[in-house]
């Protein structure tokens, strides 16, 4: 009969050193300093660290939608403030996924990655149009 207790896993002292790197970056990194839940607003007033104050309506986070009031006003920050928690609804949220999610900072992203300007792009784009450019798209019948 194998023995019903979990495995204990003891970090090395260089991942012990990461973690610590990764918490320090996180302090660092301006993240949430406080959050309030206003129920008659039914937003989420974040304080980051720079100073800033954000407010996200309830509707922007799905993972919220079903919740309570009373749940709602237990929601916690956590990993020194880069995420929101509740442990009674097992839900974690990246605050900066949160955030760049609410104000559409990954469609602007995913833009200016697709207009990366190059001398090797320019000279290829100049080459094609030596050719005659870009094919006409194949016409079906």
Known sequence: MRNSRPDV???????????????????????????????RARTFRFRMRS????TVPLVAIAEFRG??????????????GAALEHRGLDIDISVPGLLRDV???????????????????AKAARANGAKG????????A
């Open 67 to 80: 919740a309570s009031a009373a749940q709602l006003l237990e929601v916690r920050l956590a990993s020194g």
């Open 103 to 121: 104000f559409g900072f990954g469609e602007l992203q995913q833009r200016r990655a697709g207009s990366v300007k190059s001398q090797a792009k």
């Open 9 to 39: 896993v003891i970090p090395s002292d260089a991942e012990l050193a990461r973690r610590r790197v990764q918490h320090a970056r996180l302090a660092q990194h301006g993240y949430t300093q406080d959050l309030r839940y206003d129920p």
């Open 133 to 140: 450019g870009r094919p006409p798209k194949a016409r079906t």
């Open 51 to 54: 100073g800033a104050t954000v």
